[in-house]
């Protein structure tokens, strides 16, 4: 079974301020990839990353980073002087690669609001 | 490419009434999945197709629930009859192989008063 962990439920923080919202997994699978999705009020789901489970090197694009450790099972995202734009839903997602089954499986998710 | 489309986006509805959501994929993806975002149970599959061919329909709720994809780039997910407890934001998915990339749609608001 795999299983995705969103402990944050709810992240408040102030314009410019960094924040890393943080992810836990569990699966069976030698092989699998993990995702992160933006959720923003609109309502659709906007893909923001891929990583594979081969790959532990950390990936930074503008203000987002991915920090992603086997050893602990996580892969924390990080925004870097966050923006008022950056509110939204944010969803971990992971897809075992060992069995064929293609679905992602989602974390709750973690909304992060940020202030002026 | 225009992404995933999805109509309607709102549907408003009775209960006992059928509900017929539509999914467009991208061009070219050749998995294609209808998601379900509720607030007590978040994300969850419904099922997926790959190459028009259903896969794993183990997250249908019940037998109200139906989904076709006749061709590539057209799906369908009915319900039949509605219920309140079914309403729900539902999401259509693709992605090519090779990738693994899930795109999604903007997403159906539907609501079974």
């Known amino acids: 079974a795999q299983k995705v962990t969103q402990a944050q439920t709810e992240i408040s923080v102030v314009e410019k301020e960094d924040v890393t919202l943080d992810c836990v997994y569990e699966?069976?699978?030698?092989?699998?990839?993990l995702f992160w999705y933006k959720q923003p009020p609109s309502g659709e789901l906007v893909f923001l990353i891929r990583?594979?489970?081969?790959?532990?090197q950390n990936e930074i694009s503008g203000r987002y980073s991915w920090n992603f450790q086997k050893s602990t099972s996580s892969f924390n995202f990080t925004i870097t002087a966050s923006q008022v734009v950056d509110s939204a839903v944010y969803f971990c997602?992971?897809?075992?690669?060992?069995?064929?089954?293609?679905?992602?499986?989602f974390g709750s998710g973690t909304r992060l609001q940020v202030q002026p | 490419d225009a992404g995933v489309i999805q109509s309607p986006r709102h549907e408003v509805t009775e209960m006992g009434q059928e509900v017929t959501l539509r999914c467009k994929p991208i061009?070219?993806?050749?998995?294609l999945f209808w998601y379900r975002q509720t607030m007590m149970r978040g994300l969850e599959l419904l099922i997926y197709?790959?190459?028009?061919?259903?896969?794993?329909d183990s997250g249908m709720p019940e037998d109200r629930f139906s989904a076709k994809m006749p061709n590539a780039s057209f799906s369908t997910l009915k319900i039949q009859p509605s219920e309140p407890r079914d309403s729900a934001v539902y999401f259509c998915?693709?992605?090519?192989?090779?990738?693994?990339?899930?795109?999604f749609g903007p997403g159906t608001r539907l609501t079974v008063t």
């Open positions: 997602a992971l897809r075992g690669m060992d069995t064929g089954r293609r679905a992602l499986t």
């Open positions: 699966t069976r699978d030698t092989t699998y990839y």
């Open positions: 990583r594979n489970s081969f790959d532990e």
């Open positions: 061009s070219g993806h050749n998995s």
């Open positions: 197709f790959n190459n028009n061919v259903p896969i794993d």
């Open positions: 998915a693709s992605v090519s192989e090779g990738t693994y990339e899930q795109y």
